[in-house]
């Protein structure tokens, strides 16, 4: 299937109020890079690759998400917004989303974070492996925070270990490289089916996936910067290093 048909939906929840102050006004995604809100590096990633039919899933002052993109028009994307005025979980809001994806695979991303890694090859991998759910793996130093993400020698992911913690074991966790969740990930239509609606809030991290180990959950490493602004100094490094990526790709 070209890329053009394939569906995506960029999760955008969080809140800024952890980067400064000033962010509580406005959804973390809009923080600002460079003079653009970091979500439009995302749209322009996805762009790139040539994907066009983008979902937004927003849930707090949710009016400045759209107010900015509109249409999507002046990127040459069409933009559907999905608002919630509670709280859903990232599968929460996936599971709102499931009226809207037309393609039998799409792909999801987080609108905090940016895993600049082939698109093209994600999804092809997920199409090989007759996979239901694929994982782009992030190669990072210092999981604390971070899902650590085990896989076999086939690709299947056989465990999730959230690093947290102080002492000995979280030092030595920070001075090794680990392979964690990237926030990119290509699901197939008929997983939706097994989210319950939400309220409560339902977590694609914590209550989904693993419920698909053993049920072809594939992982695929990949090369590529991973920054994750919930993080103040990969939002710095965003500043320095996010301009320029994608616009002319």
């Not at 966790?173 to 319950?196: M, Q, S």
């Not at 602004?229 to 290093?241: K, L, M, N, T």
């Amino acid at each position: 299937m070209p890329l053009r048909d394939w569906d995506a939906v960029i999760l955008c929840g969080g809140l800024g109020s952890h980067l400064r102050p000033a962010m509580e006004e406005r959804p973390r995604c809009l923080s600002p890079v460079a003079g653009r809100p970091f979500l439009e590096y995302v749209l322009l990633q996805l762009r790139s690759f040539g994907l066009r039919n983008v979902t937004v899933c927003v849930n707090y002052l949710n009016h400045r998400v759209p107010e900015y993109f509109e249409t999507g028009d002046r990127w040459d994307m069409t933009l559907t917004y999905l608002t919630a005025r509670q709280a859903l979980g990232t599968a929460g809001a996936l599971k709102r989303a499931q009226g809207v994806i037309c393609s039998s695979s799409f792909l999801v991303l987080n609108g905090d974070s940016l895993f600049d890694i082939d698109l093209k090859r994600l999804l092809e991998f997920h199409q090989v492996r007759g996979a239901q759910a694929t994982v782009a793996l992030a190669t990072v130093r210092s999981p604390e925070g971070h899902a650590e993400v085990h896989t076999d020698e086939a690709g299947n992911v056989t465990g999730f270990l959230e690093r947290r913690g102080t002492g000995h074991a979280a030092a030595a966790a920070r001075e090794r490289c680990a392979r964690v969740n990237g926030g990119v990930y290509v699901l197939n239509r008929e997983i939706l089916d097994e989210i319950p609606a939400a309220p409560p809030p339902v977590s694609l991290e914590s209550d989904v996936l693993p419920r698909l180990i053993g049920r072809r959950l594939c992982g695929l490493p990949a090369e590529g910067r991973f920054i994750d602004i919930r993080v103040p100094q990969d939002y710095s490094q965003a500043q320095r290093e996010l301009p320029g990526r994608f616009v002319s790709r």
